[in-house]
């Protein structure tokens, strides 16, 4: 597997994965059913954000977009979001686009990255950040609509990079 930077021409690849988990109604809280170009604007990164793509036999398997959290004085802590093509789960895609993240996050010199939003529900995802010195530091009850569970949690996870 290859993670790289992803390029304009990787966006016909990344948005049916976009569409794919987002529709699935499970662990984004995007629109469902959004235009292509809607999609791309909430994906892709602009500096100092940056997006980057998992790439296995000349196909894309997952992506992530990275960068900080907040602008100004909140800029020293980094985000990240994931997502793994539907057929390419549980082979490891995700794990190595997180240590990707978390390599850069540091070499860029934040002091810790935050997720704002971890379905609480979706256990694979929690039990890998934890893995990955994540830790759940709140939940807000009732924040998303999973399209199974109804109304569900979603944690704020932390990890210190200092």
């Not at 629109?31 to 990164?45: G, I, K, T, V």
């Not at 934040?110 to 929690?126: M, S």
């Given at each position: 597997?290859?993670?790289?930077?992803a390029t304009?021409?990787?966006?016909?690849?990344?948005?049916?994965?976009?569409?794919?988990?987002?529709?699935?109604?499970?662990t984004?809280?995007?629109?469902?059913n959004l235009?292509?170009?809607a999609?791309?604007?909430?994906?892709?990164?602009?500096?100092?954000?940056?997006?980057?793509?998992?790439v296995?036999?000349?196909?894309?398997?997952?992506t992530?977009?990275?960068?900080?959290?907040?602008?100004?004085?909140?800029?020293?802590?980094?985000?990240a979001?994931?997502?793994?093509?539907?057929?390419?789960r549980?082979?490891g895609?995700g794990?190595?686009?997180?240590?990707?993240?978390?390599?850069?996050?540091s070499?860029?010199?934040?002091?810790?990255v935050?997720?704002?939003?971890v379905?609480?529900?979706?256990?694979?995802?929690?039990?890998?950040w934890?893995?990955?010195?994540?830790r759940?530091?709140g939940t807000?009850?009732?924040?998303?609509?999973?399209?199974?569970?109804?109304y569900?949690?979603?944690?704020?996870?932390f990890?210190?990079?200092v």
């Amino acid at each position: 597997m290859v993670i790289r930077d992803a390029t304009d021409g990787d966006w016909p690849e990344i948005f049916p994965i976009f569409t794919a988990v987002v529709d699935e109604g499970k662990t984004y809280a995007y629109p469902e059913n959004l235009p292509s170009d809607a999609a791309r604007a909430l994906w892709m990164a602009e500096p100092p954000g940056r997006t980057v793509v998992a790439v296995e036999d000349d196909a894309i398997t997952g992506t992530a977009t990275m960068g900080p959290n907040r602008p100004g004085r909140g800029a020293h802590i980094a985000t990240a979001s994931f997502m793994v093509h539907p057929d390419q789960r549980n082979r490891g895609v995700g794990r190595a686009l997180g240590e990707h993240m978390l390599g850069w996050a540091s070499e860029q010199g934040y002091r810790g990255v935050q997720f704002n939003a971890v379905v609480e529900v979706n256990h694979a995802a929690v039990r890998l950040w934890q893995s990955l010195g994540f830790r759940i530091i709140g939940t807000v009850p009732g924040a998303f609509r999973h399209a199974d569970d109804g109304y569900v949690g979603l944690h704020v996870m932390f990890r210190s990079l200092v």
